[in-house]
Every structure is written in C-alpha cells, then in structure tokens.
C-alpha cells in the first residue's frame, strides 16, 4: 500500500485547508485511516481517524469540532478539512493506513502502533 498526501500550505491564522490523501490497492475499503501529525522537535500525534466502513470518526482532543475526517472508499481517498487553523497547528501531516483484519478493529483506531502503511507527509504552516 502506498499513500500519497497532498494540500498542505501556508495558510493564515483563522483560514482553512484540505488535506487528501490516496492510497493505492484494492484492501483500502477494509483499512482504518488516520492523520497524524508532527511539529518540529515534537513526537508525531493522533489528530483523526475514520474506520473502514466509515461508521466510527475519533478526533484528538486539541481539534475541537474544528476538523473533520471523511473517506471515499471508490476513490481510495481520506480527506482532513481543517478550519479555525492556529499557529499550533504547524506541523508536518502525515496519511497513515493501518492493516485490514485485527488492525483495524475500531478499539486501535487511536493507536499509532497500528497502522503499519504511512505517506510521506505534508506541510501545513500557519501563520499569526
């Protein structure tokens, strides 16, 4: 599986960005998806995570109510529309798919451990 993010940019404090992110091959429909995220000299951290039915969105606390995940199991896409941005929000965006089967059980779904496929990141600046 590889995956290929795209949308990050400089956006001003208070603006908007969608992020997308494909995946190639044909399990994407049985997979969780996450976006993850890291600042510089910080470890990456949970911000989303959408499951492969698209039944369960989990959302890092810090997000509150401000983004939204969402896939398109057709397109093998996960999208992340971040709005209300703040400077906190800079960071490196990373796509990340986790294994069909145990990995995906939604009790993982926040579980960075578990997803085993990652994009190569994008980056998101926001500006003050």
């Known amino acids: 599986v590889q995956l290929q993010a795209s949308g990050g940019g400089l956006v001003q404090a208070g603006g908007s960005l969608s992020l997308s992110c494909t995946a190639s091959?044909?399990?994407?429909?049985?997979?969780?998806m996450g976006w993850f995220r890291q600042a510089p000299g910080k470890e990456r951290e949970f911000v989303a995570a959408?499951?492969?039915?698209?039944?369960?969105?989990v959302y890092a606390d810090f997000v509150k109510g401000r983004f939204t995940i969402s896939r398109d199991n057709a397109k093998n896409t996960v999208y992340l529309q971040m709005n209300n941005l703040n400077p906190e929000a800079t960071a490196v965006y990373y796509c990340?798919?986790?294994?069909?089967?145990?990995?995906?059980?939604?009790?993982?779904?926040?579980?960075?451990?578990?997803?085993?496929?990652w994009g190569q990141g994008t980056l998101v600046t926001v500006s003050s």
């Open positions: 091959g044909r399990t994407f429909g049985s997979q969780n």
């Open positions: 959408i499951s492969w039915n698209e039944k369960t969105a």
């Open positions: 990340a798919a986790a294994r069909s089967g145990i990995d995906s059980l939604i009790v993982y779904i926040r579980i960075i451990q578990r997803y085993t496929y």
